[in-house]
């Protein structure tokens, strides 16, 4: 079995996978048992000021789209920063680290942007023998309407003043926690790694409405008969996710700033993919909110083995590895030509590959009186629909085409060499070929 | 209890009225909400779909499941009712296993099709239980029809007509309409009068008037209704039975096994219905098999099945077999009947071992038996009908037959399977040829 030791930041854990800023994080009763339960570490649910705690609504915070057999596919909230006292918050972390000290322990906060307000709660929060900080940029609801969460995280300016006042104030590494409720991304994590933060996690929530009750008329969920917008996690999620996280790892402006995986991490496989795209490690919380703490052993188990098959002794040797082949469109290789391919013998004949290809793409399939399905290798423009609609994995393929055969679709030979749209002749701007 | 049930001859209550409801129950009990979801969600939405084409009434199965899916099952029984007005029926009593659920794609993928006939039931009951009855008759046409038999041929014959705006009277010789679905169709596939309610609910949509207790050849006759009739549909099924033609046969004991499984769907007290100790099916069919596994199920102790030629011969499908086998039915094949022994009374049977092309082997042996049920096919009875083809009413495209102006349809017409979905669809078609005729008439 692999050893899945992880070292962010300096941060050891057991293992990569720590629970996300959010309520299987906000007690000390929850996070006991997710240590118990192999956790390597946990990001506490956020702490606000010294004072009176927030409060939550009364009614339903949650909302959710379900897929196949009310499988949770994505889960909306719209429940605020933690709502118990401060000082109960620091006696659980202390206690717990306390116990636990082989765990990481990241205290995640959120305070208005007043560098007295944040070197106030850093003072406390070091007290606890924490490992760190997670400054809460991203909460896209209720917070973001007093001035905090994703109203900084929006902000380029704000983020990176914040990480400074952080890393001015204390000696704890400071992690900046992103919305993805912006547009360009890499702005707010180049401003992070300007202020001197020691690495970003992201996503946070991404603002949403699951769904409206159309006898009510009013969003999901809703509140005596009215609802506001919340906070979008879970499976559906990930590729929003993992976009971001490509993005900042292969920018030159932001390459090698450590980043902590966060999106609907379900599976050791999400996991080995944000990894694979530069995270250190991830963050959970949908999926333990789902299933509970005990999906962690899936998790251990499938990335050692996954480890192990690879030949990989050590995580750092799997994050990072499929950033250079992120690259823009524009570098892909035109003379890679593919076709697709039904294995006739795994076919079920439902047919769904030719009305997807005949009703809605390029009229590519051929279905004979006998539902016998056939690429037209004349019309495949290699698309992959057909390859995406089909319920049997592995039934259409996609063939690539040997150099040297002609393209019954164009005509045209297919060439050895890489060729990408920035020669393509049919490119204004082109750059001649070397 | 235990001594009824070891009691010998044909006596009533050999089982507890406990066991007898339990026995006697849903053999598929509908599904609830979620596991209509989870059954749909299945469902590929094929282009095309086999499914489709392998349904005798071409219900649009994808589609239907696709509106249980989306939550509207109201709309999904709509669906099925317009190609199928007995859907509810078909969807209990359909061998979905040599249908629609054989040709479903997940079928060939992993040989667990969708649960095509339960969600059938799930959109169709659901509709029902609303009183609701979807469509409504186009103005009247001024043209009347005769339909004779109110199974579901006639059924979904007169129903047809009568939506195209014609006035359809319903003859049937039985008190009670239905046909089989009344008094044929196996007690745990037709739960709570369903059959009857059916009818009720599809009478609601005007239109038919009905007449029980009239039947041709007795009450009415042919020649009579053509001259009253624009046009005549007949539905009337397979009213008599085949002989056996042993000797013995007619000693006490012997019966038929529709005859048998009338009395048990009529019945209003399952305890009061006698039943043998040993008990022997003679046939290889649906009726055989639904008369076995009734006794079985209400108390007798020991059924054979006997068919004398090989298990793929049989007519029931192998579902129906292993469905029998599983409520404790013996099944011997290959074995010809060849003499009913007993004084007065029936007690035993003797066989003699055939292969597949009756062959005698000349090896034989002997069942006890008191009580012996014959299910060796149904057969047309009547005269003064249509010409024939074989035993049934000759009939050319949707029902045609030697008569001008007389459609039949259903188990008395040849061609197609005996099955009520395949008398739907026939009843249905020859509507709509009746229909195109009337209206071309001027
Ligand atoms: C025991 C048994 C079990 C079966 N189980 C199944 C099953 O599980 N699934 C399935 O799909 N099929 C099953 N079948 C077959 C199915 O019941 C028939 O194929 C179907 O009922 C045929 O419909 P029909 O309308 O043609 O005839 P019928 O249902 O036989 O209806 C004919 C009607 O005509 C009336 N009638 C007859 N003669 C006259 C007359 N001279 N004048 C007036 N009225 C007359 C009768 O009273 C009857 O109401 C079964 C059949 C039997 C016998
Ligand atoms: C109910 C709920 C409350 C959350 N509260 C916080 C919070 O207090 N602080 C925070 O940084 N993120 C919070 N989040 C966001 C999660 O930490 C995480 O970034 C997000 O859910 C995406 O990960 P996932 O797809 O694994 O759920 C919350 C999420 C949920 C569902
Ligand atoms: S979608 Fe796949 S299984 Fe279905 S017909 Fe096409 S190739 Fe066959
Ligand atoms: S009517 Fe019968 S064969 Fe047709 S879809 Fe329904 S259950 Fe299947
Ligand atoms: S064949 Fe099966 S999967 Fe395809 S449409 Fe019919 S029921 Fe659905």
Redesign the pocket.
Known sequence: MADLTTNFIGITSPNPFWLASAPPTDKEYNVRRAFEAGWGGVVWKTLGEAGPPVVNVNGPRYGVVYGADRRVLGLNNIELITDRPLEVNLEEMRRVKRDWPDRALIASLMVPVNEDAWREILHRVEDTGCDGVELNFGCPHGMSERGMGSAVGQVPEYVGQVAHWCKKHSNLPVIVKLTPNITDIRKPAQAAKDGGADAVSLINTINSITSVDLDLFAPEPTIDGQGAHGGYCGPAVKPIALNMVAEIARDPATAGLPISGIGGVTTWRDAAEFMALGAGNVQVCTAAMTYGFKIVQEMISGLSQYMDDKGFTSVDQLVGRAVPNVVNWKDLNLNYVTKAK?NQDD????????AACEDTSHQAIAMSEDRV?TVKDDECVACNL?VN????EG??TMERMAAGAVDPRTGEVVREEYANWTTHPNNPGRCAAE | MRDRQLAPGIVAGRLDPAALQSNFTDLHPPLDDHEALVAADRCYFCHDAPCITACPTSIDIPLFIRQIATGTPEAAAKTILSQNILGGMCARVCPTETLCEEACVREAAEGQPVLIGRLQRYATDTLMEQGVHPFTRAAPTGRRVAVVGAGPAGLACAHRLAMKGHDVTLYDGRAKPGGLNEFGIAAYKSTDSFAAREVAWLMQGGGITLETGKRLGREITLTELQEDHDAVFLGIGLGGVNALGLSGEDREGMRDAVDFIADLRQADDLASLPVGRDVVVIGGGMTAVDAAVQAKLLGALNVTLVYRRGRERMNASRYEQDLAASKGVRIVTNATPIAVHGNGAVREVEFEYSDDDLRPTGERFRLPADQVFKAIGQALEGADLPARDGRKIAVSGPGRTSLPGVWAGGDCAAGGDDLTVTAVAEGRDAAEDIHATLMAEG
């Open positions: 039904i076919c079920i004949k439902c047919g769904r590959c030719y399905f057909c609609v089909c319920p049997i039934c259409i």
